[in-house]
């Protein structure tokens, strides 16, 4: 099946700094979504991101399908952006259109 | 607002019970899908539906049924409890096939 790596599996960072996270797949792919996980563990859908570049206040994403990677950024990070970043992926009708999350990145931001 | 509710929040149940964990979204959305969370494993597919009366497998689907008879539920049942299968389980649900996924708050099971 697909592999879905995402980097850095841990970052710690003091508030007001900024951060990328990289999303690598080995597959074309119909589809790619970025979800963050709070403390309280709830996901919450950030973007839908098939291709090109969306934004979304403090938070940025970018997908470049034909070089199969995902982009996102978080500019001021603040101490309610901790929690655990997952990228996901759909290959579409052969696998059921169904996501692959990859095994995320856990984001602390410090006071 | 539309959302998805799961129950229970929380089980604790003894191995070789049959449970259910149900799923129930006011989106009106045909696809809904059961995940697990585990440390060092991420977000893993169990089970999907497109639809009423539709049914898929998903990666880790031993173990686990779901049916679904109407749009709004997809109760998500395992036939006789594992230790392994203590585990965070998730609903989500979707509009349309690679729409934006909306998930729940999350089932904690406990497999005493």
């Known amino acids: 099946g697909i592999q879905v790596e995402q980097s850095p599996p841990d970052l710690i960072l003091q508030e007001g700094a900024n951060s990328t996270l990289r999303c690598n797949f080995s597959d074309s792919v119909n589809n790619l979504q970025w979800f963050h996980q709070n403390p309280w563990g709830q996901l919450i859908n950030l973007f839908y991101?098939?291709?090109g570049t969306k934004q979304n206040g403090r938070l940025s994403a970018t997908t470049v399908a034909t070089e199969r990677y995902s982009l996102l950024y978080i500019s001021s990070s603040q101490t309610t952006d901790s929690g655990v970043y997952f990228c996901?992926?759909?290959?579409?009708?052969?696998?059921?259109?169904?996501?692959?999350f990859g095994k995320g990145t856990s984001l602390l931001v410090t006071p | 607002d539309a959302e998805i509710t799961q129950s229970p929040r929380h089980k604790i149940t003894e191995t070789g019970r049959q449970v259910t964990l149900a799923c129930h979204q006011t989106?009106?959305?045909?696809?809904m899908f059961w995940y697990r969370q585990d440390l060092g494993h991420g977000l893993r597919l169990i089970h999907y539906s497109y639809g009423v009366q539709d049914t898929n497998k998903g990666e880790v689907s031993d173990g686990y049924s779901v049916s679904r008879s109407n749009t709004e539920d997809l109760p998500l049942t395992l036939e006789s409890a594992a230790s392994s299968q203590t585990s965070v389980y998730f609903c989500?649900?979707?509009?349309?096939?690679?729409?934006?996924?909306?998930f729940g708050n999350g089932t904690r099971l406990t497999v005493t």
């Open positions: 989106w009106n959305h045909n696809n």
């Open positions: 991101i098939p291709s």
């Open positions: 996901a992926v759909e290959l579409g009708r052969n696998s059921g259109y169904a996501l692959n």
């Open positions: 989500a649900s979707s509009r349309l096939q690679g729409s934006p996924l909306h």
